[in-house]
T-cell receptor, first 113, second 115 residues
Framework: QKEVEQNSGPLSVPEGAIASLNCTYS??????FFWYRQYSGKSPELIMS????GDKEDGRFTAQLNKASQYVSLLIRDSQPSDSATYLC?????????????FGKGTKLSVKP | SAVISQKPSRDICQRGTSLTIQCQVD?????MFWYRQQPGQSLTLIAT?????????ESGFVIDKFPISRPNLTFSTLTVSNMSPEDSSIYLC????????????FGPGTRLTVL
């Protein structure tokens, strides 16, 4: 069964620090990976996608992918209290012509002022 | 990205009844997806809805329980039939944002409580 694993946390970091969120996936043929942010009571919001090995930076966010280790991470620099949310890692598993996002259970991040 | 709306935003229903959830997109999209997020859990795909064809259901979900319609490229409905308290969840629709990048964007969700 295809799975995405995340540490549920909570992960607590002080304001201004780097938050590091990690994710592993079981489906070796997955090619696309996503990080979503979900505030309490809200729907998931896409913040990063990554498709190739290495780093991808977007503002304060950096996604890292290592396909050999089946590992994806998200770094948040200069963490702000507004970053406090649950971060969902997802991999895309393609069956036929359709894509099925497999989500991890999420890591709850708390940024303390 | 597309603007997605869902109706209702929340509802409280009695056991044994059915609820139809609507998902509307402000632009034409090829694929629409329905997910369930049970309390404290992550998202699980229920089915994929393509216009002009039957929805494709994931393991553990059946058409009799979760019938789906997709009458055009901007609209879909999910019905939760013969509800029980175990159906209490957030139901989310998503759409494919860019076929080349496989991104999906989510609607605001429908919070369903079954008594």
């Amino acid at each position: 069964q295809k799975e995405v694993e995340q540490n549920s946390g909570p992960l607590s970091v002080p304001e201004g620090a780097i938050a590091s969120l990690n994710c592993t996936y079981s489906d070796r043929v997955s090619q696309s990976f996503f990080w979503y942010r979900q505030y309490s009571g809200k729907s998931p919001e896409l913040i990063m996608s990554i498709y190739s090995n290495g780093d991808k930076e977007d503002g304060r966010f950096t996604a890292q992918l290592n396909k050999a280790s089946q590992y994806v991470s998200l770094l948040i620099r200069d963490s702000q209290p507004s970053d406090s949310a649950t971060y969902l890692c997802a991999s895309l598993s393609k069956g036929g012509s359709q894509g099925n996002l497999i989500f991890g259970k999420g890591t709850k991040l708390s940024v303390k002022p | 990205s597309a603007v997605i709306s869902q109706k209702p935003s929340r509802d409280i229903c009695q056991r044994g009844t059915s609820l139809t959830i609507q998902c509307q997109v402000d632009s034409q999209v090829t694929m629409m997806f329905w997910y369930r997020q049970q309390p404290g859990q992550s998202l699980t795909l229920i089915a994929t809805a393509n216009q002009g064809s039957e929805a494709t259901y994931e393991s553990g979900f059946v058409i009799d329980k979760f019938p789906i319609s997709r009458p055009n490229l901007t609209f879909s409905t999910l019905t939760v039939s013969n509800m029980s308290p175990e159906d209490s969840s957030i139901y989310l629709c998503s759409v494919d944002g860019d076929v080349d990048t496989d991104t999906q964007y989510f609607g605001p969700g429908t919070r369903l409580t079954v008594l």
